[in-house]
């Protein structure tokens, strides 16, 4: 059984900081990560992807992953209350594969 | 403009009744999904197809159907079967996996269906 693992929070920050929200997976086999963030009551939507080891950049966004822990992570800098949403963690293992995801993180940023 | 439509965006059934939600992509994807979401959890995998007139069950699909007759286009029907199908229902549609490479999957604007 595919697992991803999120912690549920909430995760609070001041406005200003960095939120780092965590993600582990069971599957070797995955080659692929992603983060979607889906505000209440709407529809997820994609923020990152990263397919391989590193830091991957985008704006105020960084995905880190790292396979051999099988973890992966996203880094939110200069936080804003609009990033105040569930952060949901999804991974596709190898082949013609399906998505798994997390429950998601919950993140409050406060003015 | 590319993207996924769901349709209707609420929905009510009544006990013992079949309903249809509309799943239609113009991103010219071949794989689509249905995930289901309850108050606090993540997405199940209800049904998904990687090629016309082919689908295969998720984790969740008892009580669901599908059907893929078009490359656009992938229609749930929520039988009566399903005791408990209050929920938002979420259509997905992303490329094959091929090794690495662009493999996003991307969201309708959900479907929230609830029994009355």
């Known amino acids: 059984q595919k697992e991803v693992e999120q912690n549920s929070g909430p995760l609070s920050v001041p406005e200003g900081a960095i939120a780092s929200l965590n993600c582990t997976y069971s599957?070797?086999?995955?080659?692929?990560f992603f983060w979607y963030r889906q505000y209440s009551g709407k529809s997820p939507e994609l923020i990152m992807s990263i397919y391989s080891n590193g830091d991957k950049e985008d704006g105020r966004f960084t995905a880190q992953l790292n396979k051999a822990s099988q973890y992966v992570s996203l880094l939110i800098r200069d936080s804003q209350p609009s990033d105040s949403a569930t952060y949901l963690c999804?991974?596709?293992?190898?082949?013609?594969?399906?998505?798994?995801f997390g429950k998601g993180t919950m993140l409050l940023v406060s003015p | 403009d590319g993207g996924i439509t769901q349709s209707p965006k609420y929905l009510f059934r009544k006990e013992g009744q079949n309903v249809t939600l509309s799943c239609e992509q113009n991103l010219n994807h071949d794989a689509m999904y249905w995930y289901r979401q309850d108050p606090g959890q993540g997405l199940r995998l209800i049904y998904y197809s990687q090629i016309v007139n082919d689908f295969q069950k998720g984790d969740i699909a008892e009580g669901y159907s599908v059907s893929r007759e078009k490359k656009e286009s992938f229609p749930l029907t929520v039988t009566s079967a399903q005791k408990n199908p209050t929920a938002f229902y979420l259509c997905?549609?992303?490329?094959?996996?091929?090794?690495?490479?662009?493999?996003?999957?991307?969201f309708g604007q959900g479907t929230r269906l609830t029994v009355v």
């Open positions: 997905a549609s992303s490329t094959l996996f091929q090794g690495a490479g662009r493999t996003e999957a991307f």
């Open positions: 599957d070797r086999g995955s080659q692929s």
């Open positions: 999804a991974v596709r293992a190898g082949g013609y594969s399906t998505l798994t």
